[in-house]
């Protein structure tokens, strides 16, 4: 069993910077790939970002690229994303979620565990 909570959302200007984290409970954080989703309002959620078990392998949605950056510290069992250059479509709720398998999966439905969310609004 893995517990997720997310912190570091808020209120930013466009152009503006955020870092998310994510805090696991547990011994087993090191066998997990962590994922960040985001959901907006009336819209489906969507992959964000992944990152492999010990951190050597990350993939990013298109839109993301350049701009955010994954990254984990498994002595702290957290997961990290850092935003730079944010837009007002990146407004929505970020949801982390650990996948037990090694492979870097970008489908939601894999994932097994997943924290509340996390409010991020990015104002024009």
Request: aromatic share 10%; proline share 2%; charged share 20%.
């Amino acid at each position: 069993q893995v517990q997720l909570v997310e912190s570091g959302g808020g209120l930013v200007q466009a152009g503006g910077s955020l870092r998310l984290s994510c805090a696991a409970s547990g011994r087993t954080f090191s066998s997990y790939a962590m994922g960040w989703f985001r959901q907006a309002p009336g819209k489906e959620g969507e992959f964000v970002a992944v990152i492999s078990r010990r951190g050597g392998s990350t993939n990013y949605t298109d839109s993301v690229k350049g701009r955010f950056t994954i990254s984990r510290d498994n002595a702290k069992n957290t997961v990290y994303l850092q935003m730079n250059s944010l837009k007002p479509e990146d407004t929505a709720v970020y949801y982390c979620a650990a996948d037990i398998t090694p492979i870097l999966r970008l489908d939601a439905l894999n994932y097994d565990y997943w924290g509340q969310g996390t409010q991020v609004t990015v104002s024009s």
